[in-house]
Structure formats: structure tokens, C-alpha cells
């Protein structure tokens, strides 16, 4: 009997098909909605392989119910949706999609930074509502970019290629993490700096990393306090690294000038969330990896990643608890 491997959302073709010439597959078919709990549920605990996404979210107790599962490969590089310590203790692996996405996550991390400090959501909906008028000095005046000092908080792989991008446009960049990352302040010419004083020094903060229990609301209302009043915030990461009421506050008071954030504490969010009242942010939907070529690779990688666990070789990136 062939292996049986269940992909949570619908696929190309292409995609399936290479996990198909040795397993027998099912999919959840929807492109847009998640597989709910139940299905997933049952679908995990008669499985051998998952492939999953950003939106499963994968417990102790859909693991603890597994019957023949080996691998959890899931399409993305963060993987705060899956219970790892379960998955470790039933000797289940787990995979992830790490450095295939970075510099595309890093591009639209700047995208970001560059749409919030120079305000263009705002001059797109001033063109849509009729309000260009004449020219006008100080219409829609904001930061400049170059010459500013960028803040990175995780300076992993992503953190590094924003700070690539940083140099390029002829910032200061300084950065906070974990640990000292020496390389990499040689290679790019970075400063580490305590959180403190990232925060306060900064005219452009960006938060790249991964969601642990570390990180959870990591910049809470103390931390935008501390921000510089015409700072601007921004968050790849995982939505829960922000306390998002202290955020909506920071930006209403003028505490900081703006934000960019393509994550969010409960996605998707809706056209009524508060922080769509405000004018100085610019929202993304979750798309940091999302170029055409990126997720194409992270799809093979994750099809990779269930057949090499079904086999049993080594995975080429395992998440290690
Ligand atoms: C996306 O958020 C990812 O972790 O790859």
C-alpha cells in the first residue's frame, strides 16, 4: 500500500503530481480557505505525510492523535503553528522553507518602509477621492529614506537582506538580536545595538523575528513609547510579536508617525479593524514570500520535504526543537 499524504490547500498540479509518483494523495481544494480543525484533524491521524501552510494550525492533541505520521512539511519558513515539542516527543519530523524566501521577504519588507515613509497608500487614495488639486509645498510630505538610521530587531536571514537593501539606499543600519551576529557586521556593515536604544534611535524599525514565546508582544506600548515620534514601524515577522491595541494607541497619540505590517495578530483581519481607521499605515495581506517564483520553489521544496520523510532520508531543513 502506497503512502498517504493529505496537502491542506489546493496545489498546482505540477505540485501534486511529484508527491503523487509514490504516494497516494488528498487535498483540501479550496485556494482560499483553510481546511477546517476537524478535517485536518482526521486527515492527520490517518496520514503519513502533511503538507501544510502559515494557516494550519497544528496542535498537541491533532499530533498526540496521529496514527502513521512521519513528516509535517509545512510551506513556510516560520512555524509558530505547529506544536513542535508533540511532534518531537512522537519522533515525527518537521520542515520548513528557510532561505528560499528571503530575499523576496526582504523586498517587500522595504516595500513597506518605503510605501509608509513616503506615504503612498495615501496619495493613491487622495488621486482616487479627487483631492490632488494644485501643486502643493508640503502635500503629502514624508520621511525620507536615505540617510536615515534603520532599526532591524532579528537579524536572521531576512533581517540581513533588509539590511542589504538598507545600505543600498545609504542608511545607517544598526540591529538587535539574540545574539551578536559578528559576520554579518562585518560583511554589511551593521551595529548592534540593545533594544533600548534601537528603539529610540531609529527613524525606521523593522521587526523580522521569528514569533516564540520571546517575542510574543515584544513591542508593547513601552516599546513604541520609547520610538522616536517620526519613526515608522514595520512587521514581517508574525503578528503576535506586536501588541496590536499598544500599536493602534502609539499611532493615534502620534507617538510613532506610521507603520507598514503585512502580519497581524488574528488573520485574515477585516475591513473594520481599527487599525484601518488610521491613515498612516499601509496593510498587506500576508504576502511577505508571495512573488510568483518564490512560492513555486517553496512548494516543491515542501513536496521534497514529505517525499525525503517518507522515504526516510535526511530532510533538507528540518526544524530541529
Ligand atoms: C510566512 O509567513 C512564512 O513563514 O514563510
Redesign the pocket.
Known sequence: MKPYVFITRRMPAAIVEMIERECEVSMWEEEETPVPDEILAREIKRADGIFCN?SDTITKEMIDGAERLTIIATM???YNNIDIEAAAARGIQIAH?PGV?TETTADLTFALLMAAARRLPEGMEAIKNDEWGAWAPFFLTGQDIHHSRLGIIGMGRIGEAVARRGKGFSMEVVYHNRSRKHEAEEAIGVRYQELDELLETSDFVCLTAPYTNETHHLMNAEAFKKMKDSAIFVNTS?GSTVDEKALFTALKNGEIRGAGLD?FEQEPISSSHPLLSLPNVTLLP?I??ASEKTRWR?AEMTANHVLQGIRGEALDHPVKE
Open positions: 502559515v513556510a519558513v516560520g522553507t524566501l508574525r502580519v500576508h511577505g514570500s517553496m
